[in-house]
């Protein structure tokens, strides 16, 4: 293990924090509501909100199994992207006739979220930074321009760099060019984000239960019940909002598998270190690998780093041991190879957590339960502010509304699920395996990644 790693804490910076909210008390009776959420985290918490605020008349409750925000949505890296398509590329490839509405609706939505921090005061760091992705192999440079090329015939506000230009904006000896776009992106503490949620979803009426996992569902009269281990909620609509974790409908357990990612925070840089890497733009900073990293730094001038080496368990595994072990060290060796210049900064947390990827990369939306039931999953790591706008739809379904929403085709399809094991973990492995050695071989895709992009599956974090 590196020196630096010695002292870290083996816990999630964003939630080792003073400002952390009171438990709230679990559901310990049978009660009834118009709207009840499963899940407390930003899925969940969007969803209650915007119920509340689309008909401030509705009661919600909302079922949490440990506490609000713990899970991805406190653990992230707090990247909110107006992108509802994992990034232009994707949605380009997917859904080109509808790509300009859907960055459309998806810079309204990012634009809606600045503006509910701002009405319920929620004290998250948002700030709309922008991103640099950075590329570190010539490959990428060509990547890079071609994409940037693209957005910009499409009326992105992009612009492609040089080594020179993406070295002054942040400065690593492993820069060969980026793209840069200045909006599009806001970063935010997102355990803060979530816990602003919640307290605002209380503040309009909604009662959140929290150590309340949901054990069942089933049809109730013209609506549904969800039941914990010492209560239960009858109500008209559910909305299930746990991701990663197993889904109480059976039929959505092959569409998601759970992916393990890991993260570092250093202890604040000095003068000194903040001079040596630049970065006075303070925007999000990603590299363009199959296998990337993404970083940010803190409003206290920590730097995070985190990404690389995501990682799937054999049975969709997941365990609070699988959120340390060796990728710590891994990201601790190239932290320093993209900063020399921090090569005796300390690591001050290292951490990990679950989430949940599907073979399209972007969430998938739908009704159960004769429309009694709503859903959204497989975010694949874009759900800090993708999962505003998923809440919307799954509320729009629910209410049989045909909306702009509902009508997109990203909305009206659906993935294809990931095989049962073996198979599951054999295609996972042949797919991470081959794209770091499109990493390694300049790009080139071997015969099993050209298979998938045929067959439009994948695998990503």
């Known amino acids: 293990m590196p020196d630096t790693l010695a002292d870290a804490a083996p816990r999630c910076y964003w939630l080792d924090d003073p400002a952390r909210p009171d438990p709230l008390p679990p ?5 009834t509501a118009d709207l009840v959420v499963v899940g407390g985290g930003y899925a969940g918490l969007w969803a209650a909100l915007r119920a509340l605020e689309r008909d401030p008349g509705r009661t919600v409750v909302v079922l949490e199994a440990g506490a609000c925000g713990q899970e991805a949505s406190g653990r992230n890296g707090g990247f909110a992207s107006a992108s509802l398509t994992h990034g232009f590329g994707n949605g380009l490839e997917r859904w080109p006739e509808e790509l300009s509405q859907l960055d459309r609706l998806g810079a309204e939505n990012l634009a809606a979220i600045g503006e509910t921090v701002e009405r319920y005061a929620v004290d998250c760091d948002f700030r709309l930074a922008g991103e640099l992705t950075a590329a570190t192999a010539p490959h990428q440079v060509e990547e890079l321009t071609a994409l940037g090329e693209a957005m910009l015939a499409a009326g992105h506000d992009v612009e492609v760099l040089d080594a020179a230009a993406t070295r002054a904006r942040v400065d ?27 307290e605002a979803v209380r503040g309009l009426g909604g009662v959140v ?54 993260v570092l925070m250093t202890e604040p840089l000095d003068a000194a ?14 590299d363009a690998g199959n296998l990337f990293h993404y970083s940010r730094l803190t409003r206290d001038d920590r730097l995070l780093w985190g990404g690389y080496d995501a990682v799937y368990h054999w049975g969709s595994r997941i365990d609070r041991s699988l959120e340390q072990g060796r990728t710590h060290a891994l990201l601790a060796d190239q932290l320093v190879e993209a900063f ?20 399209r990369f972007t969430a998938f939306f739908g009704t159960a339960l004769g429309g009694r039931v709503g859903y959204a999953a497989g975010y ?40 049962p094991e073996p198979l599951r973990w054999g295609g996972i492995t042949a797919t991470r395996h081959s794209l770091a050695a499109a990493d390694a071989r300049g790009g080139r895709r071997n015969l099993w990644l050209r298979g998938l992009d045929r067959a439009g599956l994948g695998f990503d974090s």
């Open 273 to 286: 270190q903040r001079a040596a890497i630049g970065w006075a733009g303070r925007e999000g900073l990603a």
């Open 380 to 419: 694949t790591g874009l759900g800090v502010a993708a999962t505003r706008f998923g809440a919307d739809v799954v509320l729009d379904l629910l209410a049989g509304e045909e909306t702009e929403r509902t009508a997109l085709r990203m909305v009206r399809e659906k993935p294809l699920p990931f095989p």
């Open 209 to 262: 239960h929290e150590g309340s996992a949901a054990t069942g569902l089933a049809r109730e009269g013209a609506g549904v019940r969800v039941r914990t281990a010492r209560g239960s909620v009858t109500a008209r609509h559910a909305v299930l909002a746990t991701n990663a974790f197993p889904s109480l409908l059976r039929r959505l357990r092959l569409m998601t598998v759970p992916v393990y990612d890991h």
């Open 340 to 359: 020399p210049a921090l090569a005796d900064v300390r690591i001050s947390h290292r951490w990990g957590g679950v989430i949940d990827t599907c073979t």
């Open 27 to 31: 559901l310990l009776d049978d009660v």
């Open 172 to 198: 690593s000896p492993t820069w060969l060019g980026g793209l840069h776009e200045p909006g599009g992106t806001a970063l935010v503490e997102p355990a803060r984000l979530a816990w602003g949620l919640r």
